[in-house]
């Protein structure tokens, strides 16, 4: 059995990976249910709230209390949805976008998306490591979030950060805290009056969707102020979102150790380069979320098909997070303290201030 099969079979679940699937299954449902349902039952005024949010809620309060009595019966089927279910869940958010979509907004939110991307990820990479002393796969983790798209990038790092599971709780949890004060925050500063001297509304919809978290979160903020405001906002997002394979390659590029140093040689530039490329672990899954995010783009698919592949999606993301709540241990995270949240509020402050002044400057070009 070459390579290839041995990595197609693994997504395969065994009968000892059953029992924990149907768990987590059953457990992302209800999230999703619930998620639906709160929104009905308050007419909407639980906005922003994401069916991930609940997953991971839900699932350490569980994973702290019931789940460790039947954990050696469930693990590999937990650890199963952790690890390939989260792997398939990044390659279908590709039926989510489009590359019309970004024909649609123009190259001002594509550098915009761009620029507040890597400038994020970098500050929080300097301040969480040389200032804060965080450990790097925390602050990884961390800059993922809230440079590309909140939850779904932490979870898509994971893998090539290799962080434990309450290091990955810990940056969701900065994602949901300020991502959820971005999303109410923007709207009313803009009704306040205070961005309209600088941004106008397209503008608005570009700063919204290359600065705030979560995509739900933009959405609520974008159409806040117009549905016209809300497309702009979304799209912009989606542009950022795609953004998430080169950055994972880039990623696994930067963390694997240069052969060069390691030995002690002196190889030239390119020889370095190419043994170096040589040892990068590369996110295969991510290549595959571009495919297809091309193949959505240009086979003609019926409305049916997308809205089932979208659903399907939803369920396999919220059982990745559902299973990384059931293995996060509220003591790991105590011992994480409070640096982790004030790397994620001085990022915040950076998103909103920051952000914008990178949006007006692509405003004057």
């Not at 590999?76 to 990044?90: D, P, T």
């Not at 040589?278 to 995010?293: T, Y």
Request: proline share 3%; hydrophobic share 55%; charged share 10%.
């Amino acid at each position: 059995m070459n390579a290839f099969t041995q990595s197609v079979a693994s997504y395969i679940p065994q009968g000892r990976h059953l029992k924990g699937l149907l768990v987590v299954l059953v457990g992302s449902l209800f999230c999703l249910w619930l998620n639906n349902s709160l929104n009905i039952w308050t007419n909407g005024r639980i906005v922003g709230l994401s069916s991930l949010t609940l997953a991971i809620l839900i699932g350490i309060v569980l994973g702290n209390t019931v789940y460790p009595s039947v954990a050696e019966r469930l693990g590999e089927g937990v650890g199963f949805a952790k690890g390939q279910i989260l792997r398939l869940a990044i390659m279908f958010y590709g039926f989510k976008l489009t590359l019309t979509q970004i024909a649609s907004v123009g190259m001002p939110a594509i550098m915009s998306d761009a620029l507040v991307l890597t400038s994020t990820f970098l500050l929080t990479y300097w301040l969480g490591t040389k200032w804060l002393k965080i450990d790097k796969q925390t602050t990884l983790l961390i800059g993922s979030g809230a440079s590309i798209c909140g939850a779904a990038a932490v979870i898509a790092a994971e893998p090539v950060v290799k962080a434990e599971a309450h290091k990955v709780t810990i940056a969701v949890a900065t994602v949901v805290v300020f991502g959820t004060i971005a999303m109410l925050l923007y709207p009313f500063l803009y009704h306040l009056g205070w961005l309209q001297p600088w941004l106008s509304a397209q503008d608005y919809g570009v700063y919204t969707g290359a600065t705030i978290h979560e995509v739900a979160q933009v959405v609520v903020a974008g159409n806040a102020i117009s549905p016209e405001v809300g497309n702009t906002a979304v799209v912009t997002k989606m542009i950022r979102v795609m953004m998430l394979a080169p950055f994972l390659l880039i990623l696994s590029f930067a963390l694997t150790p240069s052969s060069n140093e390691a030995n002690g040689g002196k190889k030239s530039l390119l020889l370095s380069f190419m043994a170096r490329a040589k040892q990068v672990k590369v996110p295969w899954f991510a290549f595959i979320f571009i495919v297809v995010v091309l193949l959505h783009t240009w086979l003609p698919m019926s409305a049916s098909f997308e809205q089932t592949m979208v659903k399907l999606d939803d369920v396999l993301l919220t059982m990745a997070m559902f299973a990384l709540g059931l293995t996060t241990h509220l003591g790991a995270i105590k011992q994480a303290g409070v640096k982790p949240l004030i790397l994620g509020a001085i990022m915040f402050g950076w998103l909103i201030i920051g952000g914008g002044l990178i949006n007006v400057g692509i405003g004057f070009i």
